[in-house]
């Protein structure tokens, strides 16, 4: 390991799925339906701080009926993956950055603040004990999910004085059931994602819970995603349901929101641009109105639009959809640009391009 980590103390899965079972429930299922034979766990209390660190079997966790999680939603994730390479080794990808974010959001939510050092030792010893779910298969890896819930029973509004930290793995293929072919988008109506001063830009359940309604409206006209407009406005293009957005133009600068604090900071978002300002393109984080967006496409002056995330990487978006209009973006197809981003990312991932930027860890 290249860092320094906490320990866990490890209670092995007396009963592990076989090889042949693991096999069989890692074979193209659903984005997140599958989990690993273990988990990590630790525990906040305001008189002990963080403790009762472990790595457990994979079981149900025990909460309280009144626990604030459960009623208020005081809870905070992230999501980040492992990668296996070529010789066997497993690698996770930038994980001091979803640390960082992880303490933010839970700042944000009157969490408490996880050490980074525990937040990379339970990951450590949790592939430690599950590697095995690593997946080798070309465009798959384990989906590593690490929350804090507010376990005290308190049906006051008031942040938890008992907090638990729980570490799920998950192995994971394409986000979308359709792989990486393009996607369609569909424009919020009436609905957002996020205030000023809300909880944009923590990454909470509150707000994964407030787009699927305008999720599934997006679902019901036929698109992938919901693509929400700032709420002061309704006019700013912010992100989609679970994925920050890009736009590729004629001119050849590439154009994303900027962020205003109702955006979640993507770690991909972060190194997409790295990696497009390193090739020397012209990045442009700004306001984009969604009739700048609509002309752009119709004209042809957008040429390619891209949704990234650590679930979606970097995924081809063909189609925006709105009342009054149904756009396809350039040719209909996935884009040059956002393909060879896609492929410029996952080299680096998947250990077949140097890691010149020093974002994979080796665990
Ligand atoms: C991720 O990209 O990891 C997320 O947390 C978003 C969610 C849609 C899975």
């Known amino acids: 390991p290249e860092h320094h980590a906490t320990a866990f103390a490890v209670t092995r899965n007396p009963a592990p799925a076989s ?17 690993s034979d273990h988990l990590a766990k630790a525990t906040w209390t305001a008189d002990r701080g963080w403790h009762d660190r472990r790595i457990e079997p994979f079981g149900d966790l025990v909460l309280h009926p009144g626990a604030t999680v459960l009623h208020y939603g005081q809870q905070v994730f992230e999501g980040l993956k492992a990668y296996r390479w070529a010789d066997g080794s497993i690698h996770l990808f930038r994980p001091e950055a979803n640390a960082a974010r992880f303490n933010a959001s839970a700042v944000r939510m009157a969490l408490p603040p996880l050490p980074e050092e525990d937040f990379l030792g339970s990951i450590e010893e ?37 907090v638990g930290y729980v570490l799920l793995a998950s192995p ?26 809300g909880t944009g830009q923590a990454k ?40 920050n957005v890009f736009a590729v133009r004629r001119d050849g600068t590439i154009w994303t929101p900027r962020v205003t604090g109702t955006i979640l900071e993507g770690v991909t978002r972060d190194s997409v641009i790295e990696l497009l300002r390193g090739d020397g393109r012209d990045v442009i984080e700004r306001d984009i109105s969604i009739d700048e967006l609509r002309d752009g496409i119709a004209s042809g002056a ?32 996935p884009g040059t640009v956002t393909m060879a981003l896609r492929q410029r990312l996952t080299d680096i991932q998947y250990g077949h391009a140097e890691d010149t930027h020093g974002w994979m860890r080796r665990v």
Not at 25 to 31: A, E, G, I
Not at 177 to 186: D, E
């Open 19 to 35: 090889d042949a079972e693991r096999a069989r429930r890692m074979d193209s299922q659903p984005f997140g339906t599958v989990f």
């Open 126 to 162: 949790l592939l430690g004990v599950d590697a095995a779910w690593v997946p080798d298969v070309e465009e798959t890896s384990l989906y590593l999910r690490p929350m804090l819930i507010g376990t005290e029973p308190c049906l006051g509004v008031r942040p938890s004085a008992t």
């Open 204 to 243: 909470t359940a509150g707000n994964y819970a407030a787009s699927m309604l305008p999720q599934q409206q997006a679902q019901d006209h036929g698109c992938d995603q919901v693509l929400f407009l700032d709420a002061s406005r309704d006019m700013y293009v912010e992100e989609l349901g679970g994925m």
């Open 302 to 333: 957008v040429q390619e639009v891209f949704a990234c995330g650590t679930a979606a990487v970097v995924t081809p978006i063909a189609r925006l959809v709105a009342p009054s209009y149904d756009l396809v973006v350039g040719d209909g197809g």
């Open 172 to 197: 994971v293929g394409a986000y979308f059931p359709n792989g990486v072919k393009p996607v369609s988008i569909w424009v919020a109506q009436g609905f957002h994602r996020a205030g000023a001063g």
